[in-house]
């Protein structure tokens, strides 16, 4: 079973880079222009910047150009929105809805470290 997982190991960590970034550009999408049942904010604030950051950087990582700095930036804003949105309501993740900023912080911690793959515009590692 390993030796299996293992082959198709390169396949599909791309496909979580490939679907971390396009989901993460959605919620970029959703800030600067209003689409996919958002409303969008100035570009000029706090919000419009991350919105920024996660539609290119979203999308840097999802076709694996500069993936180890754009997911590196794209953990900081995550990180960073998880304590300036959700943890002074409660400790505990799932009760303050920080639970996705958490994930997308980790998620793209590791591709930051790991690279962009195999199947990338600049495969990494």
Do not use: D
Request: aromatic content about 12%; some cysteine.
């Amino acid at each position: 079973m390993q030796k299996v997982l293992a082959r198709a190991e390169p396949v599909l960590y791309s496909l979580l880079r490939i679907v971390a970034g396009l989901l993460f550009a959605q919620h970029g999408a959703q800030k600067l222009f209003g689409a996919l049942g958002g409303n969008a904010v100035p570009l000029a604030s706090l919000s419009g910047l991350a919105g920024l950051i996660e539609l290119v950087g979203g999308l840097l990582i999802a076709i694996g150009l500069f993936t180890p700095i754009a997911a590196f930036i794209a953990s900081g804003e995550m990180a960073a929105a998880y304590f300036m949105m959700h943890a002074h309501q409660s400790f505990w993740p799932i009760m303050n809805r920080g639970e996705l900023a958490v994930l997308y912080c980790f998620v793209f911690l590791y591709i930051a470290f790991r690279g962009a793959g195999r199947y990338a515009v600049q495969p990494g590692r």
